[in-house]
């Protein structure tokens, strides 16, 4: 059972009002089990896990999840904390989760969807608490977790829209995997919001982390005649590239402008450090139980602060678009044709948070994927 869904994985903005909706309270794409809780741990004696996809230094995905450990640690300052980076998808990775049991962890937080290779050593520690990351078989001892990504990437794909001279956007993709496929359509869908002819090109890399092939990817992107770029790569890979060409781009994970000031555009930041110390509480005090929790814009997910070069006129027309969706908007309403143009969701329907987190299919005007 080791198919694509074992590949994929995946300082908020504070907008004041908007920010108070109910958009902010993590949502339940199924209810929570019916499992009895797992019983209180002493803090002082509680093991908690992490097992990355990553480097904790990349300054992106697994650096995010090892600042929401540091907050762990900072709340429960008597429990311990193991982590294990760059875990393969391989037997290696079940190799590393059964460490962490035999060490006595009392909660596991695979950073990655490991399928299997998590599903394996869980389903043989009914007493250990499991988190995955983008995860999707939850278990009695086994929740899963991700991040509504795809209503900031909207609001970046408006401002992108409204950027672009050529309409020619570009993408640089890991896996054909739901957060990839999540991310491009929701971007095209908001730059075609103001640019009706606008498309994407995506070149898939296989790869989360790989600076080089990012490079060349976004280079590539960029010859072929796209002005802005996007993608869900954990470095500054193809930001630099932009930066030197004269493009722009849209990153992921954490705000690292630095890297292309003139070229950054926003960034889709995410932040887990509150999600992970209530988790860790509710199984300190006996209070954990198995959920699927989406965190939602503006509680886990957001856009980065604009960049120097976005005009004032597009951070209030892609702001506005937050606005309506911080409000109970979705644009994510039918009738919305795949890259074949068949007709995948119904004039009028709305899609729901489960079938936007289960993206697998590509929208009319998405190419490469």
């Not at 976004?218 to 890979?237: C, H, K, P, Q, R």
Request: hydrophobic letters at 45%; proline letters at 5%; one cysteine or more.
């Amino acid at each position: 059972m080791i198919d694509l869904r074992n590949l994929s994985r995946r300082g908020l903005l504070n907008l004041g009002a908007a920010a108070g909706t109910s958009l902010v309270m993590p949502q339940l794409i199924r209810p929570a089990s019916a499992a009895a809780p797992l019983p209180a741990v002493p803090e002082e004696k509680a093991i908690i896990a992490f097992g990355h996809t990553g480097p904790v230094a990349d300054e992106g995905w697994t650096w995010s999840h090892d600042q929401g450990m540091k907050a762990v640690q900072a709340a429960f300052p008597k429990l311990k904390t193991v982590f294990v980076e760059s875990i393969p998808y391989s037997a290696d990775a079940s190799r590393t989760f059964r460490q962490f049991v035999s060490q006595g962890a009392n909660m596991v937080f695979a950073t990655s969807n490991y399928g299997d290779f998590l599903y394996d050593v869980a389903k043989k520690s009914p007493d250990v608490a499991f988190y995955e990351c983008d995860g999707r078989n939850p278990l009695d001892n086994l929740s899963t977790y991700y991040l509504a990504h795809w209503y900031p990437t909207y609001v970046t794909g408006v401002a992108a829209g409204l950027i672009s001279k050529t309409g020619k956007l570009g993408y640089v993709g890991s896996f054909p995997v739901p957060s990839v496929f999540s991310g491009t359509n929701a971007f095209l869908m908001g730059a075609r919001s103001v640019n009706p002819a606008a498309t994407m090109q995506v070149i898939a890399i296989n790869s989360w982390f790989d600076p080089q092939a990012a490079t060349q990817a976004g280079t590539a992107l960029i010859d072929n005649g796209a002005d802005l770029v996007f993608g869900i790569m954990d470095e500054a890979g193809y930001l630099q590239v932009a930066e030197k060409r004269g493009a722009k781009a849209v990153m992921w994970n954490t705000d690292i402008r630095r890297f292309g000031p003139k070229a950054y555009v926003s960034s889709i930041v995410i932040d887990f450090k509150k999600f992970y110390v209530d988790q860790v509480r509710a199984r300190l005090e006996g209070k954990w139980v198995p959920t699927q929790t989406i965190l939602p814009m503006g509680g886990g997910v957001d856009r980065d602060a604009w960049g120097e070069t976005v005009p004032e006129e597009v951070r209030k027309q892609a702001d506005a678009v937050r606005e309506k969706i911080a409000g109970g908007w979705s644009p994510f309403v039918g009738e919305i044709k795949d890259a074949k143009g068949n007709v995948k969701v119904a004039a009028g329907k709305k899609m729901t948070e489960a079938e936007l987190y289960n993206w697998d299919w590509s929208i009319d005007g998405v190419r490469g994927i």
